[in-house]
């Protein structure tokens, strides 16, 4: 009898893996960078020769990565799988009242998603390195998130903003941050609003109608409500409309609002200190291409009770600090795209038989897969590297200032490239599964539709290259710690050095040009910067072939435009034993 249904020649499920230990530039980056490697200088080259030795070699201490190799076990999980798929296909539901009409405006999510988070939390992905800091406390702080965002990356979002909400709240008054920042670093997690929680999440709201990125057209307005009375130092009652919000279930809010000395930064709490429900109307959640498990929502303020951090008219230079950190959680939430998308298709095409052979030993099939390898190695080793320049070691007792300079311009240039190149990424991989890869059975079409959003959240492609044009013009500092970061890996190769001098000479004219003119070459300026420090990167860390690839295809542009028409004589195999 013949079958009609037999199921041959179908990729096995990508589950049960250890994610980190399979993700090598990462295993690698957290031994040179992360608490097992702190003695190694930020920015040093490894030994001569060490970049081109199997990956073994550096392996950090197993107790300093025995929690992210747990991570990687729990992340590559056929149960954690299961509730990442679910908490995208349950989205989040608004419910403005309950059944006797009273006005609540929570979120409700899928259990699978309070499952996630949970775990997130319980790993310290969100404050462990402001909880615990040190030498390379970002940089492992920065592998968990990534771990956690590969799989699952919606839960990100109120992860990333409560870490990056603590260097704010180190502005706000005393007996304040004694209530509130045990609560963000807690590794607890309490989903409900309910008076007298442990832990807590915080979200964001600075963005209105009118003004989108322009935070100084904002209307919201703040209105001073009397002395001081509590500790927690001036209380304002808000009124206004927030375009968007990020995170709506969370516990807090960082706000932006006018004051009477001018735009100003306010923590807003969900529930006050009496035990009472704050004033935070959820409008409605943003219908959102992609980010299905968080909920994003317009509010609406009337009176709601806001104490001021930082000071009144300040609010822009308070609130940047929590800009600068999530906008390196972007540049972080990319990579760990590009790694699931990597992985995906490199387990496909590793198991799929195409035309009497696997898709992987066919050349214009492997030439893909490696093309897409180097672009993820490339954003992980920025990721990492940028990490560690946030760490308290390689900023506050960094007499030269050079760390706090290289991270201010080496974000804002990160975010904009490897965040730009993630969506691309993300089709390319998702054409190696062929049809499977457009079906939401699998993961790379909900991947697709999410690496867009990282280079949206916290300012889009212009706003960041306006944002390098003007670290540039101000602080020139920046300028020679970026240079002398990237000139790390001078004479390794004449493509790169070429590139070097043609965008430091690029970075030298800006400053004479006009705004108009500056602006005009502000994308192609910062691409470049990005392209500089990437490239220095990988020859100074990633195995030869692998460096001689990227610098020749991404800096010497040879090959072809598209993903896969590598440059001729690149070792693809040395490539994809590392994918």
């Not at 990100?156 to 963000?184: G, I, Q, Y």
């Not at 290259?465 to 000139?487: C, Q, S």
Request: aromatic share 6%.
């Amino acid at each position: 009898m013949i079958s009609t249904h037999e199921v041959a020649n179908q990729v096995p499920p990508r589950v049960d893996v250890d994610e980190f230990a399979e993700n090598v530039p990462l295993v690698e980056a957290v031994a040179r960078w992360g608490r097992a490697g702190a003695g190694h200088e930020p920015g040093t080259r490894d030994e001569p020769g060490a970049h081109a030795q199997p990956a073994a070699h550096a392996q950090p201490a197993a107790h300093a990565t025995s929690a992210l190799h747990g991570i990687g076990r729990l992340v590559g999980s056929a149960a954690f799988q299961r509730d990442a798929e679910r908490a995208n296909t349950h989205a989040p539901v608004l419910r403005t009242h309950d059944r006797w009409g009273r006005r609540i405006d929570e979120v409700e999510y899928d259990d699978a998603y309070h499952r996630v988070i949970a775990q997130a939390v319980a790993a310290g992905a969100h404050t462990s390195a402001a909880a615990d800091p040190g030498p390379g406390a970002n940089v492992d702080r920065a592998a968990a998130f990534l771990l956690y965002a590969q799989v699952e990356p919606g839960h990100a979002c109120p992860v990333s903003m409560t870490h990056a909400a603590v260097p704010v709240l180190e502005h706000a008054a005393s007996a304040f941050r004694d209530e509130w920042m045990p609560r963000l670093l807690s590794r607890d997690y309490e989903p409900d609003l309910v008076p007298g929680k442990s832990s807590a999440l915080v979200g964001m709201a600075m963005t209105e109608k009118q003004g989108g990125s322009d935070v100084r057209a904002n209307t919201t307005r703040a209105e001073r409500r009397g002395a001081d009375d509590g500790g927690w130092g001036a209380e304002y009652g808000l009124t206004g409309h927030k375009w968007f919000c990020s995170a709506p279930m969370s516990d807090a809010f960082l706000v932006l609002a006018q004051a009477p000395s001018g735009l100003s930064c306010f923590f807003v709490p969900r529930v006050l200190p009496g035990g009472e429900r704050n004033v935070f109307r959820i409008q409605r959640l943003k219908d959102k291409l992609g980010n299905r498990s968080n909920a994003s929502s317009e509010i609406e303020l009337d009176g709601t009770s806001a104490w001021l951090v930082g000071e009144e008219g300040r609010g822009v230079a308070t609130i940047v600090q929590m800009v600068t950190q999530t906008r390196l959680d972007c540049v972080i939430g990319t990579a760990a795209g590009m790694r699931q998308s990597v992985a995906e298709a490199a387990w496909h095409v590793r198991h799929r038989s195409a035309f009497g052979a696997l898709l992987v030993d066919q050349p214009a099939m492997s030439a893909v897969v490696a093309d897409l390898a180097l672009e993820s190695e490339a954003a992980t080793l920025t990721a990492m590297r940028l990490a560690r320049a946030y760490d308290d070691d390689a900023t506050a007792s960094d007499s030269s200032g050079a760390e706090p300079a290289f991270r201010r311009l080496a974000t804002a240039v990160a975010k904009y490239q490897v965040c730009k190149r993630g969506a691309g990424h993300a089709a390319e991989a998702l054409e190696c599964l062929g049809g499977n890869g457009y079906t939401e059975a699998f993961p790379l079409a909900r991947r697709y539709r999410e690496q867009p959003l990282l280079a949206i959240w916290e300012g889009s492609g212009n706003v960041i290259a306006l944002d390098v044009l003007r670290v540039l013009a101000r602080e020139p500092d920046a300028f020679e710690a970026f240079f002398a970061e990237a000139g790390a890996a001078a004479g390794a190769s004449r493509v790169f050095d070429e590139a070097l001098a043609e965008v430091a000479g690029l970075a030298r004219d800006v400053a004479t040009m006009g705004p108009d003119a500056a602006a005009s070459v502000a994308r192609e300026l910062t691409e470049g910067l990005a392209l500089v420090l990437q490239g220095s990167l990988m020859l100074r860390f990633a195995p030869t072939p692998v460096a001689e690839a990227f610098v020749r295809s991404r800096l010497g542009r040879e090959g072809g435009a598209q993903y896969g028409a590598l440059p001729r004589g690149v070792d693809v195999g040395a490539i994809l034993a590392r994918a």
